[in-house]
């Protein structure tokens, strides 16, 4: 096993069309891996295989691929003391339909290249991406694509990432020429000039002096540079202030490593990936200043006997510890656990304890990932990403480890899914290959949700957009060979309450012998905003004020559930409860005839009766909608998102084009990508992300309850 200080896990992730695949391709291309670049646009690129991919030009699934790098080099050579880098690199995809793909990828890595377009700079996707860094503290580099293009402009991506990201962006290089022109850059650690020599793919470079019409602004960004990374190092501070010029490039490397694993700062890189410029200096930056699994501090677990923390050093002598964060079957080793390994070594045929099912799995092969191509290799440790084969039941999220040293890693977030679409098969005979396929369709995509509607008994999947369940479905009929009928899409509307009010329920039924006995008063209502804030995951707040045994405690689980249970189907139109709050404070019970059942039954009758004088409200889903079009289209295009109930949240202009921000339900953006091209001739594009759920208008409210009443009796 190589030694981890030789290792870097990173990923790469951005918006839609900011050159992520074309990123990693000629990354496989410059280590070695590949021969040839393959371009997303032919259908060709390596991490792209599945066929909605290649069709589409777009990603769908993250895929990992593992490679070596010589550093340092110089003109495209090793040079004679250069070491040989391992780096898993995770491919992620720009869609928000396809976020959970992001999501875990950020929870195993140890950090990040976040790329942005050097002409649209920071998009929304790209600040959906940011945040999703910050919640597991991953350090990233910025590289600026797109150099080439007309309107590029380098500085003005520092300046957004700054402003719009919060993030301290700080240029390493600044760029020689840009859209056709752009030729090379000037390296402000070095304050040399670099020059691509074209017809080389980048490989070979010449050093020359910094241009003349750059050497005011390359002293400037200079001493922005180190004067953001002197805190990291006194001496680095002392000759800042005595002389700047005496600050050495090793003292410049290690102050940036330390600031950039601290997240204090983000260097910016820039470059053409499709034109092969900057690419090989971004992996040199990736060697320099992300850190390697040493410099990330042990991993924080629980260990479920005692409830205390518990840490796991990157270290193969530690108990083994790992996190699986992807299923993915495949048609000729079935069902593959993507897996990070924290601590610990695990050889191919062992057995490993999985704590969310507390079963021991045999682990009978491992693979060291390249996109869908697999190479099986002995035994894995600490710090690296592999694949295991044999399992039985590990699902996302699942952490594997030593049944002797029990650990249990903190989960991932898991977003709510927005939309809903009913299915059924085109064919009696293919009911079960249906129900086989949506099995292992949610396996892989723990965002996909499935549930049988009581009153239609139609299948109803839940995703996270109409692209996300146009894949999924179009998968169904590839892989699957299943062929399906498909309803319109349907918005997923939740429920909640406005009011608090204190409830009795007694459940009481006689029948001769044992009978049933339960009787609960509670107060209901909203959740507190504060236990909300303490709590985002979670929908339903309990609290147990039950004094003196007037209940005894072993009832007080199934009152518990029975409410939450009852969650599922709200009062107004059967849809989920959003958040809910319960506080139990008295009640009584039959010494004979009350039992769980009893309790949990009378839960839900209360739940059905409090709910009513609650005032229940619809909730519809927001979404954030970012679209960029030309002036002449300014008015239509706003126009149409004020009569669809958008609110707008701002304008600006980007490279000729204006940009506009608004709020628009969900229900009002089927089909918008269609009425926009017609709106604006095509020239014009949006993009869409779920933000949150707001009380629905009344008369949309009373439309969508009558809909479902209607529905309803239509089925009866």
């Not at 999924?472 to 399906?484: L, P």
Request: charged share 25%; net charge negative; with cysteine.
């Amino acid at each position: 096993m190589s030694d981890l200080l030789l290792q870097r896990n990173f990923g790469i992730a951005a918006h839609i069309d900011a050159g992520k695949t074309t990123c990693t391709e000629r990354i496989l291309y410059y280590t070695g891996v590949s021969h040839k670049i393959g371009e997303v646009h032919d259908g060709a690129a390596t991490t792209d295989w599945m066929e909605q991919e290649k069709e589409r030009g777009i990603t769908i699934t993250s895929a990992a691929v593992t490679c070596f790098w010589n550093f340092p080099t110089t003109q495209g050579k090793a040079i004679a003391d250069s070491k040989k880098y391992k780096f898993n690199i995770i491919d992620t995809p720009g869609h928000v339909d396809f976020t959970v793909e992001v999501e875990r990828s950020m929870r195993v890595l140890d950090g990040l290249v976040a790329l942005f377009s050097a002409v649209d700079g920071v998009e929304p996707q790209s600040e959906t991406v940011w945040r999703q860094a910050n919640r597991y503290n991953v350090p990233r580099l910025g590289f600026v694509n797109k150099m080439d293009r007309a309107g590029a402009d380098f500085l003005m991506v520092v300046k957004q990432v700054r402003e719009m990201l919060g993030a301290k962006s700080v240029p390493l290089q600044l760029p020689i020429g840009a859209e056709d022109d752009f030729r090379g850059v000037v390296d402000l650690i070095t304050m040399k000039g670099i020059i691509w020599e074209e017809g080389s793919m980048g490989a070979t470079y010449a050093e020359v002096p910094v241009p003349d019409d750059l050497k005011e602004e390359a002293e400037y960004w200079r001493a922005q540079l180190v004067e953001a990374v002197a805190e990291y190092d006194d001496k680095l501070m002392e000759k800042f202030f005595d002389d700047p010029a005496s600050i050495t490039e090793d003292e410049m490397h290690v102050a940036i490593r330390k600031a950039t694993i601290d997240m204090s700062i983000v260097p910016m890189l820039c470059g053409s990936a499709f034109k092969n410029k900057g690419v090989q200096t971004m992996l040199d930056c990736v060697v320099r200043y992300l850190p390697s699994p040493l410099d990330i501090e042990s991993v924080k677990g629980i260990n479920p006997d005692t409830g205390e923390e518990v840490f796991r050093r990157p270290d193969a002598k530690e108990p083994f510890a790992a996190l699986a964060f992807k299923i993915m079957t495949d048609p000729f080793v079935g069902r593959l656990a993507f897996f990070r390994c924290y601590s610990g070594h695990l050889d191919a045929g062992s057995y490993v304890k999985n704590m969310r099912s507390g079963k021991n799995e045999r682990i009978s092969r491992i693979m060291q990932m390249f996109a869908n191509k697999q190479n099986p290799i002995e035994f894995i440790e600490a710090g690296d990403i592999g694949a295991a084969v044999g399992f039985k039941e590990i699902k996302t999220g699942d952490t594997l480890c030593d049944e002797k040293h029990p650990i249990v890693l903190e989960n991932m977030f898991i977003p709510e899914p927005v939309i809903s679409l009913a299915i059924e098969p085109k064919a009696q005979a293919d009911v079960d290959r249906m129900g086989m396929a949506i099995a292992k369709l949610i396996e892989e995509d723990p965002t996909l949700r499935v549930k049988t509607d009581d009153e239609t008994g139609q299948t109803v999947l839940s995703g996270m957009g109409e692209l996300h369940l146009e894949i999924i479905v179009d998968r169904m009929r590839r892989e699957f060979k299943v062929e399906v009928n498909q309803g319109a899409p349907q918005v997923a509307y939740k429920e909640a309450f406005n009011a608090t009010i204190e409830h009795r329920e007694v459940l009481k039924k006689q029948t001769g012998g044992r009978g049933k006995f339960a009787d609960i008063v509670f107060e209901f209502g909203p959740a507190d905003p504060e236990w909300l804030e303490a709590n985002p995951k979670e929908a339903f707040q309990f609290i147990n004020d039950i004094f003196g045994g007037s209940i005894p405690r072993e009832f007080v689980q199934p009152i518990q559930k029975g409410f939450l249970n009852s969650m599922n189907t709200g009062v107004l139109a059967s849809y989920p409860v959003n958040n809910m709050k319960v506080r139990v404070f008295d009640g009584s019970f039959h010494a004979v005839d009350s039992d769980g059942m009893s309790f949990e039954l009378c839960a839900r009758q209360g739940f059905r009766e409090a709910a009513r004088k609650a005032k229940p409200i619809l909730l519809e889903p927001i979404m954030k909608v970012e679209v960029v079009t030309p002036d002449q289209y300014m008015g239509d295009v706003t126009g149409d998102l004020n009569r669809r109930r958008g609110m707008l949240e701002g304008m600006d202009s980007r490279n000729n084009a204006q940009v506009i921000r608004a709020k628009v339900p969900l229900s009002e953006m089927f089909g918008y990508v269609t009425q926009l091209r017609s709106l604006s001739s095509g020239r014009a594009t949006s993009t869409m992300e779920f933000s949150h759920y707001n009380p629905a208008p009344n008369n949309i409210a009373e439309e969508v309850i009558a809909k479902q009443k209607g529905k309803q009796k239509s089925d009866d």
